[in-house]
T-cell receptor, first 117, second 108 residues
């Protein structure tokens, strides 16, 4: 079974530029998550999709971050414009079912390390 | 914050010793999960314990859950150098909330 795929693995940009990350979840997984992990901290949920609908985006800085999951499969996360404090690893994860069910083990991709100069 | 808090923040032990890390949380949960993260990699699921369970084993892992104290512990027995990683608890109610992590170093 193929895992969660993410690209790119690394990205360096200057502040005020824009950047996009891509995620392909495990086939059949209805729930997709984007996390931001700052060095030395635990992952912080940015947005959760159930199929192609947004379930929770309460911690997404909507003035600069956006995400979509067209057709309920692949997802993209965009930052525009980037700030220095956006430097972090962006992790994508998927699960068969949402957190409220019993089959909610998450499978993570390798992450994208973003450096904003 | 709704995140769990792990302690200790960092732990260094000799190979063969046991490692214990703890997680405390604030909200009610359906289940609690533990994940491992090797440096520069994504998280890997280790074990899930439901809110009506008190203890669970998986290989060298033993997890306990005390919902009255809102705390959980992860015990790794007979540690190996390959266990060196960061360990996170995740509390699961309507959403996932990851803790701050424990950095474990196992010295060969």
């Amino acid at each position: 079974e193929a895992g969660v795929a993410q690209s790119p693995r690394y990205k360096i940009i200057e502040k005020r530029q824009s950047v996009a990350f891509w995620c392909n979840p495990i086939s059949g997984h209805a729930t997709l998550y984007w996390y931001q992990q700052i060095l030395g901290q635990g992952p912080k949920l940015l947005i959760q999709f159930q199929n192609n609908g947004v379930v929770d985006d309460s911690q997404l800085p909507k003035d600069r971050f956006s995400a979509e999951r067209l057709k309920g499969v692949d997802s993209t996360l965009k930052i525009q414009p980037a700030k220095l404090e956006d430097s972090a690893v962006y992790l994508c994860a998927s699960s068969l079912e949402p957190p409220t069910s019993g089959l909610n083990e998450q499978f993570f991709g390798p992450g994208t390390r973003l450096t904003v100069l | 914050s709704q995140q769990g808090e792990e302690d200790p923040q960092a732990l260094s032990i000799q190979e063969g010793e046991n490692a214990t890390m703890n997680c405390s949380y604030k909200t009610s949960i359906n289940n609690l999960q533990w994940y491992r993260q090797n440096s520069g990699r994504g998280l890997v699921h280790l074990i899930l314990i439901r809110s009506n369970e008190r203890e669970k084993h998986s290989g060298r892992l033993r997890v306990t859950l005390d919902t009255s104290k809102k705390s959980s512990s992860l015990l790794i027995t007979a540690s190996r150098a390959a266990d060196t990683a960061s360990y996170f608890c995740a509390t699961v109610g309507n959403q996932f909330y990851f803790g701050t992590g424990t950095s474990l170093t196992v010295i060969p």
